[in-house]
């Protein structure tokens, strides 16, 4: 009798079982957690430690983009399912703290570091009631991959550093600049000036600017900081000290005057591939894309690599990092929702390649780890 009930338990419970468990990654869908709630992690990045990944990300809340709680935390084993582990990096209540509650913190990246055991999180940081004028990075550590991370400062980039590759000749340049001189802005003179330094000597001993960002780490365990500097006009790649917790104060730029935001990275067979926005606030615009032998360039521009509806407008979305996964890659990227930000959207296709170059191809689902995607 017993066996006869466990058995008609089972029986009724089965179908319940993995209910919850999603196959297929569907991009601009809502994705609950395993509580059921709709994924709470903007901006974000994956860190691979173990077979787990961790994703961090903004928290949103439901009517302001400032930050209310802080970074966030999801764990899964599969890249669908993902588990809520909470709040990574709280904001403060500390008045005038960098991170006080209402500042703006964006685009928060992870990365571990084997030889201090620390995980490392770097995010983009604008200071209470400042706007956007503070254009600093904060970088907090942790023990462990999901936190509680302590904060440790912010500050703009590389203060009383040039760029590695202004020698002689750029530096005689950069120096006959006067940013008082280019008052008017998308002058073919003003756009030369930038080019060649403008708001690099600026800012030379303050520090650069420092706003929308990722983390790279490369095969030999150097790890670089790239982020949009001067005015959002230029990407700067920072060099990081062997504890990945500052500058080394070696950097170089990308696309001078090019207005790039949103950087995204990854490397494959050799070659350094960068994915990247325009600069048009929450509203979407049509991908970039760059490629380098080396991180400290040469950087050549190429077509947007986005294919399918909407290709021209980055399906809705703007790129926030790149998943590899051995020689797979996923473009990830946030479809934002400005009136109703904790609603933003998640765009994740895998990366193809035609003729050599990636492409991102749109797909209404898919499932990551197997050679054929549906
Ligand atoms: C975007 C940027 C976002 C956020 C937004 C604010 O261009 O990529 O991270 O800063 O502007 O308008």
Same mark, same amino acid.
Not at 120 to 138: Q, S
Not at 272 to 289: F, L, Q, V
Not at 308 to 323: D, R, Y
């Given at each position: 009798?017993? $066996?006869?009930?466990?058995?008609?338990?089972?029986?009724?419970?089965?179908?319940?079982?993995?209910?919850?468990?999603?196959?297929?990654?569907?991009?601009?869908?809502?994705?609950?957690?395993?509580?059921?709630?709709?994924?709470?992690?903007?901006?974000?990045?994956?860190?691979? &430690?173990?077979?787990?990944?961790?994703?961090?990300?903004?928290?949103? *809340?439901?009517?302001?983009?400032?930050?209310?709680?802080?970074?966030?935390?999801?764990?899964?084993?599969?890249?669908?399912?993902?588990?809520?582990?909470?709040?990574? /990096?709280?904001? *403060?209540?500390?008045?005038?703290?960098? =991170?006080?509650?209402?500042? =703006?913190? @964006?685009?928060?990246?992870?990365?571990?570091?084997?030889?201090?055991?620390?995980?490392?999180?770097?995010?983009?940081?604008?200071?209470?009631?400042?706007?956007?004028?503070?254009?600093?990075?904060?970088?907090?550590?942790?023990?462990?991959?999901?936190? +509680?991370?302590?904060? /440790?400062?912010?500050?703009?980039?590389?203060?009383?550093?040039?760029?590695?590759?202004? $020698?002689?000749?750029?530096?005689?340049?950069?120096?006959? /600049?006067?940013?008082?001189?280019?008052?008017?802005?998308?002058?073919?003179?003003?756009?030369?000036?930038?080019?060649?330094?403008? &708001?690099?000597?600026?800012?030379?001993?303050?520090?650069?600017?420092?706003?929308?960002?990722?983390?790279?780490?490369?095969?030999?365990?150097?790890?670089?900081?790239?982020?949009?500097?001067? @005015?959002?006009?230029?990407?700067? =790649?920072?060099?990081?000290?062997?504890?990945?917790?500052?500058?080394?104060?070696?950097?170089? $730029?990308?696309?001078?005057?090019?207005?790039?935001?949103? +950087?995204?990275?990854?490397?494959?067979?050799?070659?350094?591939?960068?994915?990247?926005?325009?600069?048009?606030?929450?509203?979407?615009?049509?991908?970039?894309?760059?490629?380098?032998?080396?991180?400290?360039?040469?950087?050549?521009?190429?077509?947007?690599?986005?294919?399918?509806?909407?290709?021209?407008?980055?399906?809705?979305?703007?790129?926030?990092? =790149?998943?590899?996964?051995?020689?797979?890659?996923?473009?990830?990227?946030?479809?934002?929702?400005?009136?109703? +930000? *904790?609603?933003?959207?998640?765009?994740?296709?895998?990366? @193809?390649?035609?003729?050599?170059?990636?492409?991102?191809?749109? $797909?209404?689902?898919?499932?990551?780890?197997?050679?054929?995607?549906?």
């Amino acid at each position: 009798m017993k $066996r006869t009930l466990f058995l008609l338990a089972l029986l009724l419970t089965l179908p319940l079982m993995g209910q919850n468990e999603r196959q297929t990654i569907r991009s601009g869908e809502l994705w609950p957690d395993n509580t059921g709630a709709h994924i709470n992690a903007h901006g974000g990045g994956i860190l691979t &430690y173990g077979d787990t990944f961790y994703w961090f990300g903004e928290h949103k *809340s439901d009517h302001t983009s400032n930050a209310l709680v802080g970074v966030t935390c999801y764990a899964s084993t599969d890249l669908v399912n993902w588990r809520n582990c909470g709040v990574a /990096l709280s904001v *403060s209540d500390e008045k005038g703290s960098d =991170i006080e509650r209402g500042c =703006i913190l @964006e685009r928060p990246k992870v990365i571990y570091n084997p030889v201090t055991k620390k995980f490392c999180m770097w995010f983009h940081l604008e200071l209470k009631g400042r706007g956007y004028n503070a254009a600093r990075y904060g970088v907090a550590v942790s023990d462990r991959p999901e936190g +509680p991370y302590r904060f /440790l400062y912010s500050q703009r980039a590389n203060a009383g550093t040039w760029p590695v590759d202004f $020698r002689e000749e750029e530096l005689a340049t950069v120096d006959t /600049l006067n940013a008082a001189n280019f008052r008017e802005q998308w002058t073919p003179a003003w756009r030369k000036a930038v080019e060649e330094g403008l &708001y690099v000597k600026r800012d030379f001993s303050t520090g650069q600017m420092s706003r929308d960002m990722t983390l790279y780490v490369d095969d030999d365990g150097k790890a670089y900081h790239i982020f949009s500097s001067e @005015e959002n006009l230029t990407l700067h =790649i920072a060099e990081l000290t062997g504890d990945y917790l500052h500058h080394t104060g070696r950097y170089t $730029r990308v696309a001078p005057a090019g207005h790039n935001e949103a +950087p995204a990275i990854f490397k494959h067979d050799g070659t350094y591939w960068m994915i990247t926005s325009g600069c048009t606030g929450w509203a979407p615009n049509e991908a970039r894309m760059f490629s380098a032998p080396s991180i400290w360039g040469p950087w050549t521009q190429h077509p947007n690599p986005c294919r399918g509806p909407k290709a021209e407008l980055t399906f809705g979305g703007q790129s926030t990092f =790149i998943l590899t996964l051995g020689s797979q890659y996923i473009f990830m990227a946030d479809i934002w929702r400005p009136n109703h +930000p *904790s609603d933003a959207r998640y765009i994740w296709l895998p990366i @193809e390649f035609e003729g050599g170059k990636p492409v991102v191809r749109w $797909r209404d689902e898919w499932k990551p780890f197997s050679a054929k995607n549906t």
